[in-house]
């Protein structure tokens, strides 16, 4: 996912899968009609075997995007392509798997009757239906709760049946709508993992979030959203700035107060210097031609260097940059 989409040209990518043109999306709410821009003029082309994370914070239109998507809801102008067909098509459809937001079952069907379900409205024969069911509940780790009412699932187990039901058809792009949150920390690992594995096996992602931490290792692309506009779109690695004339340390200051502010006092001479406490230690913020400085003062005054990298952006910079660029009046 590239901006702008039409520039792309790489013949090393797989085929063009998805394809958004200008898609807009405006709701009418109310007695008086007030009209909600939810999505406005998002561009955006994502190609086979890629994962693309399509970020932005909540309401900034990432669900309305994906309903347009799937056909769902229409879009009110702009144009989708799925596999190169209309997402009405159901060619291009069986082709998909869906994840929707906080998805919901009857609470009376299992796991197996929803997998049944799901391999049923594909047109999966019986015998693939169960060898799929089987294999699926076993992937999302839900083998033991098979055969058990939804009713008193957890939160975490719904969003692995969601999961499941989304591979049925074994199709080639997942298109999940915040598969990671209300998760636990590990229920959040877990699906984490799943992405990574399913990534490996070719499959292509399409996934939405709205919490930008921890996600950088599933997308090889992303699209941010910021009130329904696309404000930064690309390859991580071309997104997320290295700086490499600034470096970020990671130190142990000596336990002894004395030689904690002497070594303090010597730091504070190095020019353009900053420290933060971390929960993980104090950290330097400093011009990289001053890191031979700081590790010289280290040396003399007790402390101790644990880390040290070139300083680069997290996602959260990229978006607030962009975000802070588009209240400025600046170019999104
Ligand atoms: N069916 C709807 N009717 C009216 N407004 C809607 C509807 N669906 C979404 N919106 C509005 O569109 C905006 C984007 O919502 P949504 O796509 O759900 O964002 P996200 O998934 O990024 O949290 C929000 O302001 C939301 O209130
Ligand atoms: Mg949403």
Known sequence: MTQPAEQIVDPSRGPEILRLRQ??????????????QAVRDVSAVM????????????????????KCMLALIQPSSGKIELFGRSPTDPLARARVGYLPESPYFYDYLTPVEVCEYVGKLYGLDAR????????LLGLVGLDQAAKRPLRGFSK?????????????????LLIWDEPLSGLDPLGRKEVRELMIELRRQGKSLFFSSHVLTDIEALCDGV?????????????????????????????????????????????AKIPGLALQQLPTGVQAVLPTQAVPALIQALMQGGGQLRELSARRDSLEDLFMRKALQRSDGGQP
């Open 23 to 36: 898609l807009s999306k405006t709701f009418r709410v109310g007695f008086w009609a007030t009209r909600v």
């Open 47 to 66: 190609y086979q075997g890629e994962s693309i994370g399509y970020l932005g914070p909540n309401g900034s239109g990432k669900t309305t995007s994906i």
């Open 128 to 135: 693939t239906r169960k060898q799929r069911t089987q294999e």
């Open 156 to 172: 975490g187990m719904l969003q692995r049946i969601g999961i499941a039901q989304s591979l049925m058809a074994d199709p080639d």
């Open 223 to 267: 699209c941010i959203l910021d009130r329904g506009v696309a404000v930064a779109q690309g390859r991580l690695a071309d997104l997320l700035r290295r700086d490499a004339l600034e470096s970020e340390a990671l130190l142990d200051l000596p336990a002894d107060p004395q030689l904690e502010a002497g070594l303090r006092a010597e730091l």
